[in-house]
């Protein structure tokens, strides 16, 4: 990425290492593999993580992610290559000597410990003095706001007391970097997103550099500076959240996060836009789009392609739309109500259903679409991303 | 029908209750009342007896009889208090023995692979499948001045003359440890394969060493196991019988043997009982104890 003009990202605009040349990255993956027996579980693997970075590793169960964290952390070694902190190689040093702190899904809070006790651990193991081990602590249970809980167990804490512990137990060493291995998996919805917001905020104040593992992608997108899209071991694409949504470079990608259609087309024609193709193809109805790719792929003319288009971003209308492109006409066969958005599933063809989002701007009574009404979906000329098939 | 339900309940919660006073409290009464009698040459060989034909004189006339003359006695021979002395220290040193030797045999279970634990397990339960003391009588075949461990180790060229084990105090310790090391491992293996592999992991990315992870964290998690399999080996183990008659000598002295000779050799039934009052009263401080701490560990709720 060189220029701004394809970027999907406007919001964090202003900190973004990994477009600089110049800046060094904190973490370095160079040719990471690891193996069990003949299981591969990271193949060949390189990957830069600069410092402040909020990074986050999505990926089904299985992709490797939580490898990729342990590596980090020391808790298992590398079959080849090798992982750099700060430009020092800390591919054989044992964990507890690495600057890395982990946030455990299981909390692994130490049950014979209150909680000063168990947010104190590290400090105490570094040998520091009772005087200062107690200011941080106190520092620490100040941040997450356990000032009526210092001396109870972890047992007779609620599951967002023990997260918090958690917390500022692996903060406590002020690590250079901080892993958190699906910190918020144990709760529930309400307090997961709540939590997700401190995190970034405690992860901004602090000005450190957090990896966070997850497999739910809602979390990753809301939290993280960069997402690594992760399949089978290795990165599928490694990008900020609104590029991932907006212009993910691959159908499993696409597939991955949020909702999608996919709909064949064959290319007509191709035209160059600064670094990306726009390209003019025909639907097996004959229908006309438009599509772009992000960046120069090798799709040429009269090449087969997916149409990725995502629901929200097609309308649903009765009255047919103006114009004779981006248009499809089919009737609706089920609807997802969830409330603040409907979702249409209308068949278009025999075997193809696609899927478009209304917001229920009007209130459910007064719905002016139901099942088996003919419709059109009508999308933006820019709506479509055209991926290899 | 409400009332049927709760002497239904009576009766379920009751059970374990009449069983405690049939088959422990009123056995222990009648030891306790014969160790307040004295010994007589009569059938059975101790005074008073109940005669219900006296009526109340009767009655009176037995608890006048009564008195704590075989206690006083328990203090004065210093037999007693040795056989205790020695029964306390064979029974505290075997606990730690077993301890020693259990600790590392539970933590390698616990890490073995999950496949593998159900076999582990069943293999530390195998002897039980064969009678106690048969297993016992065994190791005088392997202990004995020409049995197999002598004949190995002057084979290997260790020792020029056979080593005396069998009759001495050590034949006492090995037997006692080897018996009761199930009793040590299980509740051990129990506690130890609870502990969460993340918590060590934890200790390690805090700073810990592998060696120092498990003093902070695995060792004090494996505490309620080390307890309750100090006290399964170490309350048998006090009152152990078979195995000093068997593999200890002549001066092996403990309480069981002692007991033993009072009831079968001397026939002194009262002395007996008193001996075996005052062990369970010795007993009773440990368990007591025991009661404390579990207790405390339910209400921290583990």
Redesign the interface.
Known sequence: MTTAAKSYDSVSSEFSPWTDSNATPLIQFQNVTKRYGDFVAIDNLSLDIYEREFFALLGPSGCGKTTMMRLL???EGLTEGRILLGGKDISHI???QRP???M???Y?????MNVEQNIG??LK??GKSKAEIKDRVEELIQLVQLQQFTKR?P??LSGGQRQRVALA??L??KPKLLLLDEPLGALDKKLREQTQFELMNLQEQLGMTFMIVTHDQEEAMTVASRIAVMSKGELVQVDTPAQIYEAPKSRYVADFIGNVNFIGATVDSIAINKDAQEIEATLSNNTLVNATTTEITEIKQGDSIWLSLRPEKIAVDKAEPEGDRNKLKGTVIDIGYVGNVSTYHVQIAEDVIVKAQRVNRNRLRNRQITWDDEVWLHWNEDAALALDK | MGKKFSLGRLAFIGTPYFWLLIFFLFPFFIVFKISLSDLAVAQPPYVPNFDFSEGWNGLLLFFSQLDIENYTFLFEDSLYYKSYLSSLQIALLSTLLTLLIGFPIAYAMSKAPKRFQALLLMLIILPFWTSFLIRVYAWIGILKPEGFLNQALLWLGIIDKPLIILNTNIAVYIGIVYSYLPFMVLPLYASLERIDMSLIEAARDLGCSALKAFWVVTLPLAVPGIIAGCFLVFIPAIGEFVIPDVLGGSETLMIGKTLWTEFFNNRDWPVASAVAVILLLLLLIPILWFQKFQEKQMEAGT
Request: glycine share 8%.
């Open positions: 952390a020391g808790f044992p964990p507890n890395v702190n982990m455990f899904q299981s692994a809070l130490f049950p014979h651990f590290g193991q570094e167990k047992e007779q137990r692996s406590a060493k």
